[in-house]
């Protein structure tokens, strides 16, 4: 199982000290937040990709191309990648790219965002994003899988013996999970082409998200890619840990009153008890995140988000140090021992070359 944090990228004021970072700073300080995730331990790092301020990650790839030149264990992967308002042909070539330089270690979560004006910046029409977002994806399926592509849909210009260049690593692309906290419609496309399926189910109970997940294990069954049991899943998760759960809720309190996502809304406490987000102890994260397996089943990804609503740098290095000592290596432990030895790992580039290998080896002994 991996373990690892994502990022919105946001520019949030601290309202303990009224600064908000400069751009600049925000920017050097998601590349820090990465290092320390790889020094601590964890699995990966992603980062989300918006167009508009607050916040700052508009270029993905560039960012994760220069932390893959920091970094050598990481695996690197996005918290979204907007299908519906990016050109497939970019998304195969930029992610390509970055895939070489990262030597394998990269991945890809599709999205339509949660911005509904990105739509028109880019051209698209936000009441077609469903549609968008399947034709894009099969597309960029097949660019990635096909060495010439010919290509006519109802979005962009039609494709004449295409070849996207260069050619992914090893012939095997980028995993993707598709990522959805609200639309079947994208639970089944995940499950179709026997890809992942992320639920970022950080802002909602989780009844919502079981019937997404428990959508998209039942219909990648019935596509043949394995039973219910072995598809695919990833999850988020908030935390704000210090030794002492009153320090970690005083502390916290403020940030969460002020934050522009949830703030001046519930309080931290019945957020607490309705979402995955857990303000404590290193013991209460560990007690609450077991909990996810028990809703939602084996998974395979669980990312937490931890440099939002303004927290400096320090803080979040701290809670970085206090997650890959204290919480991480229990998670590890606890979630290995329950798995059954039939639910996969979460998909690398070395295990896909690995499974392409012994698909070959079994035809040619056919």
């Known amino acids: 199982m991996q373990f690892g944090i994502f990022t919105v990228g946001d520019v949030t004021v601290d309202p303990t000290t009224g ?3 400069t751009e600049h700073e925000r920017i050097k300080a ?3 937040i990465a290092r320390k995730a790889e020094e601590v331990g964890l699995d990966v790092f992603a980062t989300g990709e918006h167009h508009n301020p607050p916040f700052v990650p508009s270029s993905p790839t560039t960012m994760l191309g220069y932390i893959a030149a920091q970094t050598e264990r990481l695996q690197l992967s996005t918290a979204t990648t907007l299908i519906t308002t990016n050109d497939p042909v970019k998304i195969a070539e930029d992610f390509a790219i970055l895939q070489h330089l990262a030597d394998g270690r990269v991945d890809l979560m599709l999205g339509r ?3 509904g004006p990105v739509y028109p910046w880019f051209g698209k029409d936000i009441r077609e994003g469903i549609p968008l977002a399947i034709e894009n994806y099969h597309l960029l399926h097949r660019l990635w ?4 592509v010919d290509w006519e849909g109802r979005f962009r210009t039609p494709l004449q013996a295409f070849t996207a260049t260069p050619r992914p690593l090893d012939g095997v692309p980028p995993f993707v999970w598709h990522g959805s906290i609200r639309s079947p419609e994208i639970a089944e496309q995940a499950a179709y082409y026997g890809d992942g399926f992320f639920a970022n189910n950080i802002f909602w109970p989780k009844e919502h998200f079981q019937r997404l997940i428990e959508l998209y294990r039942r219909r990648f069954e019935h596509y043949g890619h394995g039973s219910a049991d072995q598809a695919i899943v990833g999850l988020g998760g908030q935390v704000f840990m210090r030794k002492n759960s009153q320090d970690a809720v005083r502390e916290f309190r403020p940030y969460f009153d002020n934050a522009p996502v949830y703030g001046h809304g519930p309080s931290l406490e019945d957020f607490t008890e309705q979402t995955p987000l857990t303000v404590g102890s290193p013991q209460q994260v560990i007690e609450k995140t077991m909990t996810f397996r028990e809703s939602f089943g084996d998974y395979q990804r669980q990312l937490f988000l931890m440099d939002h609503a303004g927290l400096p740098l320090k803080t979040v290095l701290e809670q970085l140090d206090l997650l890959g000592a204290e919480v991480v290596p229990v998670l590890r432990k606890e ?18 070359v690995a499974a392409r290998a012994q698909d070959g080896a079994v035809e040619v002994a056919q």
């Open 19 to 21: 600064r908000a970072p």
């Open 30 to 32: 998601m590349v820090a």
């Open 145 to 148: 899988r096909e060495d010439v």
């Open 335 to 352: 979630f290995d021992a329950l798995r059954p030895a039939h639910v996969p790992d979460a998909p690398t580039h070395a295990s896909m």
């Open 113 to 115: 965002g949660n911005t």
